[in-house]
């Protein structure tokens, strides 16, 4: 493979079907690789099971077949590889980066309440760090007890140790400084799965060598956090390509649950491959 060869991937979750917003991604990233001589891959990511399916797998091969895509094999899906997430995750636990947080959403919405004036990011207040303040012995003693509990990054004492915030090449918009103190600290690792979105596509990413990440723009805040957390353990930073959000003819962003506008759906009704190809070049 030639040195300037890109690994690019598509990592959809079975939550649902497929919707030309899916298409654009993957056409895109597909795209990338083919142009350089390197290589796509496919990823499940299916952490989530109070929202995946497995049944929706199959349906996104069908769809991205139709679409005149192929992909290497075997595919990763994330549900098979938990353990990996979890010992990414023990190792930022154990050098001091992330700490257990013992709150409930009222407990959070109780203590924001209380402060005056409560931090705000781009998504609204932020976690005012109740259980960072808890001493090692007070967190080992509600973990015994079985607090349940969520992992949460001390974005602050990261960045310390970072130097400040890591930045990043955007292909799109271009070069950007990393801004993870607008989310606060972002939970790591979920209380209900052990795991979450962002330990779980960073781990990969690094895995599978992807050079260049291709996804939509409602996931570029999430660059903030994944940049840090990348810095931390020590992957490799890939270059990201956040695209504009595909819209409906009302204005509003594609969703899944539009069911008269997934791939399914169009493909039911006749719509060639070639039509929803040629929609992203003109």
């Not at 990969?204 to 992807?210: F, H, M, N, T, V």
Request: with cysteine; glycine share 8%; net charge negative.
């Amino acid at each position: 493979m030639p040195s300037s060869a890109l690994i690019t991937r598509f990592a959809p979750s079975p939550t649902g079907h497929l919707h030309k917003g899916h298409a654009y991604s993957a056409l895109k990233a597909s795209q990338l690789a083919r142009e350089s001589g390197g290589r796509f891959l496919l990823r499940i990511e299916d952490i989530d099971d109070t929202r995946c399916r497995p049944e929706n797998t199959p349906q996104i091969f069908e769809d991205l077949t139709w679409l005149g895509l192929s992909w290497e094999r075997p595919v990763r899906t994330q549900s098979e590889h938990l353990e990996d997430f979890h010992a990414a995750a023990r190792t930022l636990t154990e050098a001091g980066w992330l700490y257990p947080c013992f709150c409930t959403r009222k407990d959070i919405l109780r203590e924001i309440e209380s402060t005056a004036p409560p931090r705000h990011g781009n998504d609204g207040p932020l976690y005012p760090g109740t259980c960072r303040q808890l001493s090692g012995d007070e967190r080992s003693t509600r973990i015994a007890e079985g607090g349940g509990h969520a992992m949460r990054v001390d974005i602050n004492k990261a960045l310390e140790h970072l130097g400040g915030a890591p930045s990043w090449l955007d292909a799109i918009k271009g070069p950007q400084s990393g801004r993870p103190e607008t989310l606060g600290d972002a939970v790591i690792v979920r209380k209900d799965i052990g795991t979450s979105y962002h330990i779980a596509v960073v781990h990969d990413d690094a895995l599978q060598g992807i050079t260049d990440i291709v996804r939509g723009v409602d996931l570029f805040d999430s660059t903030h956090i994944h940049r840090v957390l990348q810095e931390l353990l020590g992957y490799p930073e890939p270059t990201y390509h956040h695209h504009e959000l595909l819209t409906d003819e009302a204005g509003e962003r594609l969703a899944k649950r539009n069911q008269s506008l997934t791939l399914k759906s169009l493909r039911e009704n006749g719509v060639p491959p070639e039509e929803i190809r040629a929609s992203f070049e003109s």
